[in-house]
Protein backbone atom coordinates (compact mmCIF):
# COMPACT_ATOMS: atom_id res chain seq x y z
CA UNK A 1 0.00 0.00 0.00
CA UNK A 2 2.74 2.13 1.20
CA UNK A 3 4.28 2.12 -2.74
CA UNK A 4 1.07 2.61 -4.23
CA UNK A 5 0.64 5.49 -1.98
CA UNK A 6 4.57 6.48 -3.27
CA UNK A 7 3.30 6.07 -7.18
CA UNK A 8 0.38 8.04 -6.74
CA UNK A 9 2.67 11.03 -4.69
CA UNK A 10 5.07 10.72 -8.12
CA UNK A 11 1.82 10.66 -10.35
CA UNK A 12 1.05 14.65 -8.83
CA UNK A 13 4.45 15.61 -8.73
CA UNK A 14 4.51 14.48 -12.48
CA UNK A 15 1.17 16.20 -13.28
CA UNK A 16 2.63 19.70 -11.03
CA UNK A 17 5.49 19.87 -12.92
CA UNK A 18 4.09 19.06 -16.53
CA UNK A 19 1.84 21.89 -15.97
CA UNK A 20 3.72 24.85 -16.20
CA UNK A 21 6.54 23.07 -18.31
CA UNK A 22 3.01 22.91 -20.73
CA UNK A 23 2.21 25.96 -20.23
CA UNK A 24 5.98 27.66 -21.34
CA UNK A 25 5.70 25.56 -24.47
CA UNK A 26 2.90 27.26 -25.78
CA UNK A 27 4.32 30.54 -24.97
CA UNK A 28 7.06 29.58 -26.55
CA UNK A 29 5.17 27.71 -29.83
CA UNK A 30 2.80 31.12 -29.67
CA UNK A 31 5.82 33.33 -30.05
CA UNK A 32 7.46 31.96 -32.67
CA UNK A 33 4.62 31.78 -34.82
CA UNK A 34 3.86 35.43 -34.22
CA UNK A 35 6.85 37.40 -33.95
CA UNK A 36 7.41 37.56 -37.59
CA UNK A 37 3.81 39.02 -38.46
CA UNK A 38 4.00 42.40 -39.38
CA UNK A 39 0.48 42.82 -38.22
CA UNK A 40 1.55 45.28 -35.10
CA UNK A 41 2.73 48.34 -36.65
CA UNK A 42 4.22 46.92 -40.26
CA UNK A 43 1.30 47.70 -42.58
CA UNK A 44 0.81 51.12 -41.18
CA UNK A 45 4.70 52.18 -41.14
CA UNK A 46 4.77 51.10 -44.89
CA UNK A 47 1.42 53.71 -45.29
CA UNK A 48 3.34 56.38 -44.06
CA UNK A 49 6.85 55.37 -45.97
CA UNK A 50 4.91 55.17 -49.02
CA UNK A 51 3.63 59.15 -47.99
CA UNK A 52 7.36 60.41 -47.60
CA UNK A 53 8.48 58.08 -51.00
CA UNK A 54 5.63 60.18 -52.88
CA UNK A 55 8.06 62.71 -55.23
CA UNK A 56 7.15 65.63 -57.71
CA UNK A 57 8.78 66.33 -60.61
CA UNK A 58 9.92 69.55 -62.80
CA UNK A 59 5.99 69.47 -63.86
CA UNK A 60 4.51 69.21 -60.55
CA UNK A 61 3.46 65.92 -61.57
CA UNK A 62 3.79 63.14 -58.76
CA UNK A 63 5.91 60.28 -58.87
CA UNK A 64 6.82 57.08 -56.77
CA UNK A 65 10.01 56.35 -55.98
CA UNK A 66 12.10 53.32 -56.35
CA UNK A 67 12.05 52.63 -52.64
CA UNK A 68 8.09 53.55 -52.76
CA UNK A 69 7.47 50.41 -55.67
CA UNK A 70 9.60 48.17 -53.41
CA UNK A 71 7.04 49.02 -50.54
CA UNK A 72 4.23 47.97 -52.93
CA UNK A 73 5.71 44.81 -54.33
CA UNK A 74 6.87 43.86 -50.61
CA UNK A 75 3.15 44.34 -48.87
CA UNK A 76 1.71 42.82 -52.10
CA UNK A 77 -0.15 46.69 -51.97
CA UNK A 78 -1.57 49.35 -53.90
CA UNK A 79 -1.78 52.95 -53.06
CA UNK A 80 -3.55 56.21 -53.15
CA UNK A 81 -3.34 59.98 -52.50
CA UNK A 82 -6.72 61.72 -51.24
CA UNK A 83 -6.62 65.51 -51.47
CA UNK A 84 -7.39 67.14 -48.22
CA UNK A 85 -10.61 69.42 -48.82
CA UNK A 86 -11.72 68.16 -51.93
CA UNK A 87 -11.56 64.14 -51.51
CA UNK A 88 -10.09 63.25 -55.24
CA UNK A 89 -7.89 61.02 -55.40
CA UNK A 90 -5.03 62.99 -57.07
CA UNK A 91 -2.57 59.50 -57.41
CA UNK A 92 -2.96 56.37 -57.59
CA UNK A 93 -0.89 53.32 -58.33
CA UNK A 94 -0.93 51.54 -61.63
CA UNK A 95 -1.97 48.10 -59.79
CA UNK A 96 -5.24 50.06 -58.36
CA UNK A 97 -8.19 47.84 -58.60
CA UNK A 98 -11.08 48.98 -60.66
CA UNK A 99 -13.82 49.13 -58.08
CA UNK A 100 -11.78 51.43 -55.81
CA UNK A 101 -12.95 55.28 -56.52
CA UNK A 102 -11.46 58.11 -57.20
CA UNK A 103 -13.35 60.31 -55.22
CA UNK A 104 -14.01 59.72 -51.09
CA UNK A 105 -16.40 61.69 -49.34
CA UNK A 106 -15.69 62.59 -45.79
CA UNK A 107 -17.98 59.77 -44.31
CA UNK A 108 -16.13 57.43 -46.62
CA UNK A 109 -12.33 58.81 -45.44
CA UNK A 110 -13.72 57.97 -42.07
CA UNK A 111 -14.55 54.58 -42.74
CA UNK A 112 -11.33 53.37 -45.31
CA UNK A 113 -8.93 54.58 -42.14
CA UNK A 114 -10.77 52.79 -40.26
CA UNK A 115 -11.06 49.47 -41.58
CA UNK A 116 -11.56 48.25 -45.43
CA UNK A 117 -12.19 49.70 -49.04
CA UNK A 118 -14.25 47.35 -51.16
CA UNK A 119 -12.91 44.80 -48.91
CA UNK A 120 -9.29 45.85 -48.74
CA UNK A 121 -8.05 46.00 -45.01
CA UNK A 122 -6.46 49.61 -45.33
CA UNK A 123 -3.59 51.17 -43.34
CA UNK A 124 -3.29 54.99 -44.13
CA UNK A 125 -0.45 57.80 -44.21
CA UNK A 126 0.00 61.08 -44.69
CA UNK A 127 1.63 63.30 -47.42
CA UNK A 128 1.41 67.11 -46.19
CA UNK A 129 -1.96 67.40 -45.76
CA UNK A 130 -2.86 64.84 -47.72
CA UNK A 131 -4.33 61.35 -47.23
CA UNK A 132 -2.02 58.14 -48.15
CA UNK A 133 -4.16 55.21 -48.21
CA UNK A 134 -2.03 51.72 -48.67
CA UNK A 135 -4.83 48.92 -49.57
CA UNK A 136 -3.69 45.58 -48.98
CA UNK A 137 -4.93 42.31 -49.98
CA UNK A 138 -7.68 40.67 -48.72
CA UNK A 139 -6.29 38.07 -47.10
CA UNK A 140 -3.42 40.11 -45.44
CA UNK A 141 -5.15 41.49 -42.12
CA UNK A 142 -8.06 41.41 -40.15
CA UNK A 143 -9.13 44.53 -38.88
CA UNK A 144 -11.29 45.09 -35.24
CA UNK A 145 -13.40 48.03 -36.13
CA UNK A 146 -14.52 49.04 -32.77
CA UNK A 147 -11.62 48.80 -30.58
CA UNK A 148 -13.51 50.41 -28.00
CA UNK A 149 -13.63 48.90 -24.19
CA UNK A 150 -15.74 49.19 -21.31
CA UNK A 151 -13.69 50.96 -19.03
CA UNK A 152 -15.31 48.50 -15.93
CA UNK A 153 -14.05 45.16 -18.18
CA UNK A 154 -9.96 46.73 -18.31
CA UNK A 155 -10.41 47.28 -14.49
CA UNK A 156 -11.54 44.01 -13.48
CA UNK A 157 -9.34 42.46 -15.59
CA UNK A 158 -6.57 41.05 -12.81
CA UNK A 159 -9.83 39.76 -10.81
CA UNK A 160 -11.41 38.15 -13.97
CA UNK A 161 -7.63 36.71 -14.70
CA UNK A 162 -7.09 35.25 -11.21
CA UNK A 163 -10.90 33.91 -11.30
CA UNK A 164 -9.90 31.90 -14.49
CA UNK A 165 -6.55 30.54 -12.91
CA UNK A 166 -8.17 29.66 -9.85
CA UNK A 167 -11.24 27.76 -11.82
CA UNK A 168 -8.60 26.49 -14.11
CA UNK A 169 -6.97 25.25 -10.83
CA UNK A 170 -9.82 23.73 -9.49
CA UNK A 171 -10.90 21.90 -12.66
CA UNK A 172 -7.24 20.32 -13.22
CA UNK A 173 -7.52 19.77 -9.19
CA UNK A 174 -10.50 17.64 -9.92
CA UNK A 175 -9.77 16.15 -13.19
CA UNK A 176 -6.62 14.89 -11.33
CA UNK A 177 -8.28 13.00 -7.90
CA UNK A 178 -11.11 11.59 -10.51
CA UNK A 179 -7.84 10.18 -12.45
CA UNK A 180 -5.97 9.40 -9.12
CA UNK A 181 -9.07 7.69 -7.54
CA UNK A 182 -8.90 5.54 -11.11
CA UNK A 183 -5.76 4.89 -11.07
CA UNK A 184 -5.66 3.78 -7.59
CA UNK A 185 -8.67 1.42 -7.87
CA UNK A 186 -6.65 -0.57 -10.90
CA UNK A 187 -3.19 -0.39 -9.01
CA UNK A 188 -3.66 -1.22 -5.72
CA UNK A 189 -4.65 -4.65 -6.23
CA UNK A 190 -1.91 -5.04 -8.97
CA UNK A 191 0.79 -3.49 -6.83
CA UNK A 192 -0.43 -5.81 -3.55
CA UNK A 193 -1.03 -8.75 -5.46
CA UNK A 194 2.62 -8.69 -7.04
CA UNK A 195 3.88 -7.82 -3.13
CA UNK A 196 2.20 -11.14 -2.35
CA UNK A 197 2.65 -12.66 -5.01
CA UNK A 198 5.79 -14.80 -4.11
CA UNK A 199 4.15 -15.75 -0.56
CA UNK A 200 1.36 -16.77 -1.50
CA UNK A 201 -1.56 -17.20 -4.64
CA UNK A 202 -3.04 -14.74 -6.06
CA UNK A 203 -5.76 -13.65 -7.65
CA UNK A 204 -6.31 -10.14 -9.26
CA UNK A 205 -9.60 -9.03 -11.18
CA UNK A 206 -8.44 -8.35 -14.52
CA UNK A 207 -10.29 -5.13 -15.07
CA UNK A 208 -9.64 -1.28 -15.73
CA UNK A 209 -6.74 0.02 -17.56
CA UNK A 210 -3.71 -2.47 -16.07
CA UNK A 211 -6.36 -5.30 -16.94
CA UNK A 212 -3.71 -6.72 -18.95
CA UNK A 213 -0.74 -6.66 -16.22
CA UNK A 214 -3.42 -8.01 -13.44
CA UNK A 215 -3.91 -11.23 -16.12
CA UNK A 216 0.09 -11.16 -16.25
CA UNK A 217 0.35 -11.43 -12.61
CA UNK A 218 -2.68 -14.04 -12.32
CA UNK A 219 -0.71 -16.64 -15.26
CA UNK A 220 2.72 -15.41 -12.61
CA UNK A 221 0.65 -16.74 -9.65
CA UNK A 222 -0.68 -19.85 -11.35
CA UNK A 223 2.38 -20.72 -12.40
CA UNK A 224 4.27 -20.38 -9.23
CA UNK A 225 1.74 -22.41 -7.45
CA UNK A 226 2.48 -24.95 -10.03
CA UNK A 227 5.97 -25.44 -9.42
CA UNK A 228 5.73 -24.96 -5.91
CA UNK A 229 3.54 -28.17 -5.65
CA UNK A 230 5.96 -29.78 -8.02
CA UNK A 231 8.91 -29.09 -5.67
CA UNK A 232 7.02 -29.78 -2.80
CA UNK A 233 6.03 -32.92 -3.74
CA UNK A 234 9.61 -33.58 -4.90
CA UNK A 235 10.80 -32.70 -1.67
CA UNK A 236 8.04 -34.51 0.08
CA UNK A 237 9.57 -37.35 -1.73
CA UNK A 238 13.33 -36.78 -1.33
CA UNK A 239 12.41 -36.39 2.45
CA UNK A 240 10.29 -39.94 2.86
CA UNK A 241 12.66 -42.01 0.63
CA UNK A 242 15.90 -40.74 3.40
CA UNK A 243 13.27 -41.17 6.36
CA UNK A 244 12.42 -44.70 4.82
CA UNK A 245 15.62 -46.01 3.71
CA UNK A 246 17.16 -44.66 7.13
CA UNK A 247 14.34 -46.98 9.07
CA UNK A 248 15.00 -50.04 7.03
CA UNK A 249 18.89 -50.25 6.82
CA UNK A 250 18.73 -49.35 11.22
CA UNK A 251 17.80 -53.18 12.07
CA UNK A 252 20.09 -55.11 9.51
CA UNK A 253 22.96 -52.25 10.66
CA UNK A 254 22.24 -53.50 14.31
CA UNK A 255 22.37 -57.03 13.58
CA UNK A 256 26.02 -56.33 11.72
CA UNK A 257 27.22 -54.49 14.67
CA UNK A 258 25.68 -57.06 17.10
CA UNK A 259 27.37 -59.87 15.28
CA UNK A 260 30.63 -58.09 14.70
CA UNK A 261 30.89 -56.87 18.57
CA UNK A 262 30.18 -60.91 19.36
CA UNK A 263 33.19 -61.74 16.87
CA UNK A 264 35.42 -58.99 18.49
CA UNK A 265 35.17 -60.21 22.02
CA UNK A 266 35.13 -64.05 21.34
CA UNK A 267 38.55 -65.20 22.54
CA UNK A 268 38.15 -67.88 21.35
CA UNK A 269 38.70 -66.50 17.44
CA UNK A 270 42.31 -66.04 16.31
CA UNK A 271 43.35 -61.91 17.14
CA UNK A 272 43.23 -61.29 12.91
CA UNK A 273 39.41 -61.93 12.89
CA UNK A 274 39.04 -60.12 16.10
CA UNK A 275 40.96 -56.97 14.91
CA UNK A 276 38.65 -57.51 11.74
CA UNK A 277 35.53 -57.81 13.77
CA UNK A 278 36.58 -54.56 15.20
CA UNK A 279 36.80 -52.81 11.96
CA UNK A 280 33.58 -53.91 11.21
CA UNK A 281 32.15 -52.71 14.14
CA UNK A 282 33.32 -49.27 13.74
CA UNK A 283 32.86 -48.76 10.04
CA UNK A 284 28.97 -50.44 10.74
CA UNK A 285 29.07 -47.71 13.66
CA UNK A 286 29.91 -44.88 11.59
CA UNK A 287 27.47 -45.90 8.82
CA UNK A 288 24.64 -45.62 11.15
CA UNK A 289 26.10 -41.76 12.08
CA UNK A 290 26.06 -40.86 8.79
CA UNK A 291 22.13 -42.17 8.07
CA UNK A 292 21.42 -40.57 11.63
CA UNK A 293 22.94 -37.65 10.27
CA UNK A 294 21.31 -37.98 6.62
CA UNK A 295 17.93 -38.09 8.55
CA UNK A 296 18.65 -35.16 11.07
CA UNK A 297 19.90 -33.29 7.62
CA UNK A 298 16.71 -34.26 5.70
CA UNK A 299 13.94 -33.48 8.23
CA UNK A 300 15.84 -29.61 9.31
CA UNK A 301 16.10 -29.10 5.58
CA UNK A 302 12.31 -29.87 4.82
CA UNK A 303 10.60 -28.20 8.39
CA UNK A 304 9.78 -31.66 9.43
CA UNK A 305 12.54 -31.86 12.77
CA UNK A 306 10.56 -29.87 15.37
CA UNK A 307 12.48 -27.54 17.33
CA UNK A 308 11.17 -28.01 20.96
CA UNK A 309 12.47 -25.01 22.52
CA UNK A 310 12.66 -24.57 26.05
CA UNK A 311 14.12 -21.90 28.84
CA UNK A 312 17.77 -22.83 28.65
CA UNK A 313 21.29 -21.17 30.07
CA UNK A 314 23.44 -21.52 26.69
CA UNK A 315 26.56 -21.12 29.29
CA UNK A 316 25.44 -24.63 31.03
CA UNK A 317 24.85 -26.08 27.56
CA UNK A 318 28.23 -25.18 26.04
CA UNK A 319 30.25 -26.31 29.32
CA UNK A 320 28.10 -30.23 28.72
CA UNK A 321 28.89 -30.34 25.27
CA UNK A 322 32.33 -29.82 26.28
CA UNK A 323 32.36 -32.42 29.27
CA UNK A 324 30.85 -35.05 26.87
CA UNK A 325 33.82 -34.67 24.15
CA UNK A 326 36.07 -34.78 26.90
CA UNK A 327 34.49 -37.51 28.39
CA UNK A 328 34.70 -39.81 25.02
CA UNK A 329 38.91 -38.80 24.91
CA UNK A 330 40.71 -40.89 27.71
CA UNK A 331 43.68 -39.83 25.77
CA UNK A 332 43.55 -36.42 26.44
CA UNK A 333 44.61 -35.50 22.96
CA UNK A 334 42.01 -32.90 22.58
CA UNK A 335 41.68 -30.78 25.23
CA UNK A 336 39.03 -28.38 25.33
CA UNK A 337 39.57 -24.90 27.32
CA UNK A 338 35.66 -22.98 27.57
CA UNK A 339 35.56 -19.62 28.45
CA UNK A 340 32.77 -16.82 28.74
CA UNK A 341 32.42 -12.85 29.72
CA UNK A 342 30.16 -11.99 32.15
CA UNK A 343 26.95 -11.24 30.28
CA UNK A 344 27.36 -14.48 28.86
CA UNK A 345 27.48 -16.17 32.40
CA UNK A 346 23.77 -14.74 32.86
CA UNK A 347 22.39 -15.44 29.23
CA UNK A 348 18.88 -17.61 28.91
CA UNK A 349 17.43 -18.27 25.28
CA UNK A 350 14.74 -19.91 23.91
CA UNK A 351 16.09 -23.15 22.27
CA UNK A 352 16.45 -26.94 21.69
CA UNK A 353 18.76 -28.02 23.80
CA UNK A 354 19.13 -31.60 21.94
CA UNK A 355 20.33 -29.84 18.46
CA UNK A 356 22.00 -27.18 19.88
CA UNK A 357 24.02 -29.86 21.94
CA UNK A 358 24.34 -31.68 18.35
CA UNK A 359 25.87 -28.30 16.71
CA UNK A 360 28.50 -28.24 19.30
CA UNK A 361 29.43 -32.07 18.74
CA UNK A 362 29.59 -31.53 15.00
CA UNK A 363 32.06 -29.04 15.08
CA UNK A 364 34.17 -30.59 17.77
CA UNK A 365 34.19 -33.88 16.09
CA UNK A 366 34.90 -32.15 12.93
CA UNK A 367 38.43 -30.89 14.42
CA UNK A 368 38.82 -34.30 16.22
CA UNK A 369 37.81 -36.02 12.32
CA UNK A 370 40.97 -33.32 10.32
CA UNK A 371 43.46 -33.71 13.49
CA UNK A 372 44.25 -37.19 14.22
CA UNK A 373 47.57 -36.48 15.73
CA UNK A 374 45.61 -34.42 18.69
CA UNK A 375 45.59 -30.45 18.96
CA UNK A 376 43.88 -27.67 21.56
CA UNK A 377 40.20 -26.65 21.20
CA UNK A 378 39.05 -23.55 22.31
CA UNK A 379 35.25 -22.30 23.02
CA UNK A 380 34.02 -18.97 23.63
CA UNK A 381 31.05 -17.09 24.93
CA UNK A 382 30.11 -13.89 23.82
CA UNK A 383 26.72 -11.91 24.64
CA UNK A 384 26.52 -8.52 23.16
CA UNK A 385 23.03 -6.47 23.33
CA UNK A 386 20.47 -9.32 21.64
CA UNK A 387 23.54 -12.18 19.78
CA UNK A 388 24.80 -14.11 21.53
CA UNK A 389 28.29 -15.36 20.00
CA UNK A 390 29.85 -19.25 19.99
CA UNK A 391 33.22 -19.37 18.62
CA UNK A 392 34.72 -22.58 18.46
CA UNK A 393 38.64 -23.16 16.55
CA UNK A 394 41.17 -25.43 17.39
CA UNK A 395 45.25 -25.56 16.97
CA UNK A 396 45.33 -28.34 14.43
CA UNK A 397 45.94 -28.02 10.50
CA UNK A 398 43.03 -25.43 9.65
CA UNK A 399 42.39 -25.06 5.97
CA UNK A 400 43.69 -23.11 3.30
CA UNK A 401 41.83 -20.41 1.64
CA UNK A 402 40.90 -22.21 -1.66
CA UNK A 403 39.37 -25.03 0.63
CA UNK A 404 37.51 -22.51 2.76
CA UNK A 405 36.15 -20.75 -0.68
CA UNK A 406 35.45 -23.84 -1.83
CA UNK A 407 33.61 -24.85 1.63
CA UNK A 408 31.64 -21.72 1.40
CA UNK A 409 30.95 -22.04 -2.41
CA UNK A 410 29.94 -25.44 -3.08
CA UNK A 411 26.41 -26.51 -2.95
CA UNK A 412 25.87 -29.96 -0.81
CA UNK A 413 24.48 -32.37 -2.62
CA UNK A 414 21.02 -32.09 0.15
CA UNK A 415 20.96 -28.55 -1.36
CA UNK A 416 21.15 -29.10 -5.06
CA UNK A 417 19.85 -30.57 -8.05
CA UNK A 418 22.21 -33.55 -8.52
CA UNK A 419 24.37 -31.26 -11.25
CA UNK A 420 27.68 -30.37 -11.17
CA UNK A 421 29.86 -29.95 -8.60
CA UNK A 422 28.73 -30.43 -5.11
CA UNK A 423 30.25 -31.60 -1.88
CA UNK A 424 29.78 -33.86 0.98
CA UNK A 425 30.17 -33.70 4.38
CA UNK A 426 26.94 -33.47 6.59
CA UNK A 427 28.24 -32.17 9.95
CA UNK A 428 28.87 -28.30 9.18
CA UNK A 429 25.51 -28.64 7.41
CA UNK A 430 23.72 -29.63 10.17
CA UNK A 431 25.57 -26.71 12.61
CA UNK A 432 23.90 -24.63 9.81
CA UNK A 433 20.68 -25.76 10.26
CA UNK A 434 20.26 -25.89 13.66
CA UNK A 435 21.94 -22.14 13.86
CA UNK A 436 18.98 -21.24 11.35
CA UNK A 437 16.41 -23.34 12.85
CA UNK A 438 16.80 -21.08 16.04
CA UNK A 439 17.17 -17.74 14.03
CA UNK A 440 20.82 -17.25 13.84
CA UNK A 441 23.72 -18.57 11.42
CA UNK A 442 26.61 -20.07 11.27
CA UNK A 443 30.22 -18.65 9.74
CA UNK A 444 33.66 -20.61 9.05
CA UNK A 445 36.72 -19.23 8.62
CA UNK A 446 40.35 -19.04 9.66
CA UNK A 447 41.45 -19.17 13.59
CA UNK A 448 43.90 -17.23 15.52
CA UNK A 449 46.00 -20.00 15.83
CA UNK A 450 45.82 -21.19 11.99
CA UNK A 451 43.24 -23.63 12.69
CA UNK A 452 39.65 -24.07 11.72
CA UNK A 453 37.22 -21.84 13.34
CA UNK A 454 33.41 -21.93 13.11
CA UNK A 455 31.05 -19.14 14.94
CA UNK A 456 27.44 -19.93 15.51
CA UNK A 457 25.63 -16.68 16.22
CA UNK A 458 22.49 -16.39 17.82
CA UNK A 459 20.12 -14.01 17.25
CA UNK A 460 17.51 -14.61 19.63
CA UNK A 461 15.73 -12.52 22.42
CA UNK A 462 18.19 -12.55 25.84
CA UNK A 463 17.11 -12.51 28.86
CA UNK A 464 19.33 -11.29 32.05
CA UNK A 465 22.35 -10.51 29.61
CA UNK A 466 23.56 -8.56 32.51
CA UNK A 467 27.31 -8.27 33.70
CA UNK A 468 27.39 -10.43 37.48
CA UNK A 469 26.81 -8.75 40.32
Not at 248 to 262: F, N, Q
Not at 340 to 365: H, T
Not at 421 to 428: I, K, P, S, Y
Request: hydrophobic content about 40%.
Amino acid sequence: MKKTLRLIKRFLLLVTIIIPVLFALNLALFVAFTWRERSGNGGWEAARELGRELLTDDGGNLYLSETGEQILTEYRAWGILVEDGTGDVIWHSDNLPEEIPLHCSAAEISWYTRGYIEDYPTTVGARGDDLVILGHPKDAYWKLMWNTFDYHSIAELPKMLLSFLGMNGVLIFLIYMILATRILHSVKPVVEGMETLPAEEVYIRERGFLAEVAAAVNRVSEKLRAQERALRKKEDARAGWISGVSHDIRTPLSMVMGYAAEMEEDTALPEEARKKARVIRLQSQKMKNLVGDLNLASKLEYRMQPVKKETLNLTAVLRQAAADFMNLDPEGRYPVSFQYDGNANRCILQGDKELLLRAVYNVLNNSQLHNPQGCNISMQLQAEAQTAYIRIEDDGVGISDEQLKKLMDTPHYMMGSGSGLQRHGLGLLIVRQIAAAHGGQARIGHGRSGGFLVEIILDLPLRNCVPDA
